[in-house]
């Protein structure tokens, strides 16, 4: 063999090792930065696997019960194996509840708990939300699974926004009525007093009335639902205002009296009770021995008789 022949046989040969070196450094490289990104995890690689394996396993499982269920699998066979995937660690261990912030977290604790089975498949899901639905502080609720063992709960609560008085005990309720809990008379909220039998159904109504005044709102203490059908309002200085039946014509008897009391007021004077139920009349009711009463330039004033007559 000629020494040229042999030198482009070396040559020839010497390429290949070149390249392979060169694509295991670029694999080193690759694996090292993998690595070095593990190492920065709060978990170990062990227990990724064994958190993804579970959640696959999991979907596949109560997914192949529905299935099961729905080809008419017999019902004891799809539990037996239900109960064969809880035993195998996809059981209820733990409920993480979240959105609460008035209403007592034990309640939704008990609801979600409460089961035939621990076993992740044999948890109804819509059962559960369709129990904490029936507790009144509960406007929404979301339950989900997160495998392998634990519940989701996000709680949508109702806001207080009243006290009801009826027969003598009070509940907290919200704008549309609904009943959150009963509450004794030393715990009540600063929120308005509403009394009367279904007066918490118009609380929704009544907030859209003390609109047509805002100004008198702040001053609003209570209101009495009357036969069914008006309003008596309460204020903060004592007077009650008589206001007729119907919305529009409650809500026009309102913006006069706002009006009247802008200009005179009327409120924290002393006076008893308004009664604008007949359109046509403003009646005040005073405490008896009620005289004359320094009017608002500071000059003396008549205090409107029990059968005065407003004027504008």
């Known amino acids: 063999m000629s020494r040229g022949a042999q030198s482009s ?12 070196k060169k694509s295991n450094s670029r694999a080193l490289r690759k694996r090292s930065l993998i690595d070095r990104a593990m190492d920065h995890l709060p ?6 696997r064994r958190i993804a394996t579970g959640a696959i396993v999991g979907t596949v499982a109560i997914g192949g019960v529905a299935v099961a269920s729905a080809f008419g699998v017999p019902q004891a066979a799809g539990v037996g194996v239900a109960e064969a995937i809880g035993r195998a660690g996809f059981e209820v261990e733990r409920v993480e509840v979240t959105g609460i912030d008035r209403m007592e977290r034990l309640t939704v604790y008990a609801i979600a708990l409460d089961q035939h089975s621990m076993a992740m498949p044999l948890v109804d899901l819509d059962k559960v939300r369709d129990r904490l639905l029936d507790y009144g502080w509960i406007a929404d609720a979301r339950v989900s699974r997160r495998l ?5 709960v996000d709680i949508v609560e109702r806001t207080p926004s009243a006290v009801w ?8 309720v919200d704008a549309e009525g609904v009943v959150l809990e009963q509450i004794a008379l030393d715990e009540m909220p600063d929120l308005p007093l509403v009394i009367g039998p279904d007066a918490n ?13 805002p100004a008198l709102d702040p001053m609003l203490a209570g209101a009495t639902w009357v036969g069914n059908r008006r309003w008596d309002l309460r204020f903060q200085s004592g007077e009650v205002l008589a206001l007729p039946q119907g919305e529009k014509e409650a809500a026009a008897a309102l913006v006069r009296f706002a009006r009247m ?3 005179d007021r009327l409120l924290g004077r002393g006076f008893v009770r308004f009664d604008m139920r007949d359109p046509a ?9 009620m005289g004359r009463k320094p009017a608002a330039n500071g000059e003396g004033a008549d205090a409107p008789t029990a059968a005065e007559r407003a004027e504008g």
């Open 261 to 263: 009391d802008g200009m």
């Open 165 to 172: 008085q009826n027969n003598q005990t009070l509940w907290l």
């Open 201 to 213: 159904r118009q609380i929704a109504g009544l907030n859209e009335l003390m609109k047509a005044a």
């Open 9 to 20: 046989r070396i040559k020839r040969g010497g390429s290949p090792r070149k390249t392979v």
């Open 43 to 48: 978990v170990s690689v062990a227990t990724l």
């Open 148 to 152: 392998p063992d634990t519940l989701l």
């Open 281 to 289: 009349k403003f009646v005040v009711r005073v405490p008896r021995g």
